[in-house]
């Protein structure tokens, strides 16, 4: 046998498959949850952004009729490409963040007791880690997918009418071109906050029902706890529903704040500051005739029931798929121990530019 062909002719055998999905197993799981949880609350999610800056009150099925009368089906899913890829990799990211940072943890006896306030702070650090960390690439696309969601509600806000849309590179420009390069980061400060807190309430919240509700310390599921019984398969679903839509809730504000103040930087309206966007946004813009704080808190909160509506669809089926595709990984034919030798020193090989260099077959 060839000894240098060899190796690349193990990269489309089953068998090196199955091994090179065992090593990179977080990484394939997020992906693969990510693509159809993204893509399925795609539509919620762009409803949402246009409710969180909408002047009037408008019900949830009047502006979804408005967007199919105006834009047709493809008004919901404006600017999703950028989210469907950027998302998924983030999400990959994330995980693998979260995931060294709690096995990080533990190395060091950190939180390791298998009680229910250990696992849910060392997940909350963990997921506090990946949001900070990933919050850098991820504001310029959030932008930008901000940007294409609400062009006809910007171009109205500048007396523009607009036929057709831009796409999404030609946004990428316009942004630019107005803003120069720090433009893609208008709000970071906000994105960053959101993103760190938000992420890390969400793995807290997780990993404490998924304790609650019986998981194992070795990652699988135990009986479900007497007290609210149901079959194994829902649980992940029942979990990253509950643990999605409880974190948004709780920084909701500070995401309607945000996308109104990237959204007046996308307009060319005179910048506000956090506090002057909020306090408008509660007490009203006429100083003299300020709304009551219950009126101002429904303000803050509109949009709520469809972004409920997103994270149970987005985040129980993200979770769901992720636990299938896990359970389909784990249960692969096991390793050939020659085979699983070979990867690895596929995994080091050295590349530069005038040769491959590999280590010989096993």
């Given amino acids: 046998m060839d000894g ?61 009729a408005r967007v199919f009368q105006e834009e047709g089906i493809k008004g919901f899913y404006r600017g999703l490409w950028i989210p469907l890829f950027t998302i998924s990799f983030v999400r990959a990211a994330s995980f693998t963040i979260y995931n060294s940072t709690k096995d990080t943890l533990r190395n060091h006896n950190f939180l390791t007791r298998n009680q229910l306030v250990d696992v849910a702070c060392i997940g909350g650090l963990g997921g506090a880690t990946a949001g900070a960390l990933i919050s850098f690439g991820s504001a310029p696309f959030e ?23 831009p796409g999404t590179v030609q946004a990428v420009k316009d942004i630019v071109r107005t803003n120069g390069y720090r433009g893609l980061y208008n709000g970071f400060p906000l994105h960053f906050l959101r993103d760190t807190s938000g992420t890390a309430l969400y793995f807290l919240e997780y990993d404490g029902m998924r304790y609650l509700m019986g998981r194992l310390p070795s990652g699988e599921q135990g009986p479900t706890p007497s007290w609210l019984p149901m079959p194994a398969s829902i649980v992940p679903f029942f979990c990253g529903s509950f643990s999605g839509v409880t974190s948004w809730a709780l920084i909701y504000p500070l995401d309607v704040v945000k996308t109104k103040v990237q959204t007046r930087a996308l307009a060319g309206e005179r910048k506000r500051g956090v506090w002057e966007t909020f306090h408008r946004l509660v007490r009203g813009p006429n100083p003299s005739d300020p709304r009551s ?42 390793p050939d121990e020659r085979l699983h030798l070979r990867m690895v020193f596929l995994s080091r090989s050295v590349y530069c530019p005038k040769h491959f260099i590999l280590f010989p077959s096993i």
């Fill in 4 to 64: 240098t062909s060899s190796p690349f002719k193990s990269l489309f055998d089953s068998a090196a498959i199955n091994e090179a999905l065992r090593q990179n197993k977080a990484v394939v799981c997020a992906i693969s949850a990510s693509y159809i949880s993204t893509f399925a609350g795609y539509p919620l999610d762009s409803l949402k952004s246009r409710l969180q800056t909408s002047r009037n009150a408008v019900t949830i099925p009047r502006l979804a």
């Fill in 143 to 165: 932008l930008v997918k901000v940007r294409r969601q609400l062009e006809y509600s910007i171009a109205e806000s500048q007396g523009v009418r607009i036929g057709k849309p």
């Fill in 293 to 334: 704080v219950h009126e101002g808190i429904t303000r803050i909160y509109r949009g709520l029931g469809i972004s409920a509506l997103r994270s149970i669809t987005t985040h129980g089926l993200l979770w769901t798929f992720f636990d299938l595709v896990a359970n389909y990984i784990d249960r692969l034919p096991p």
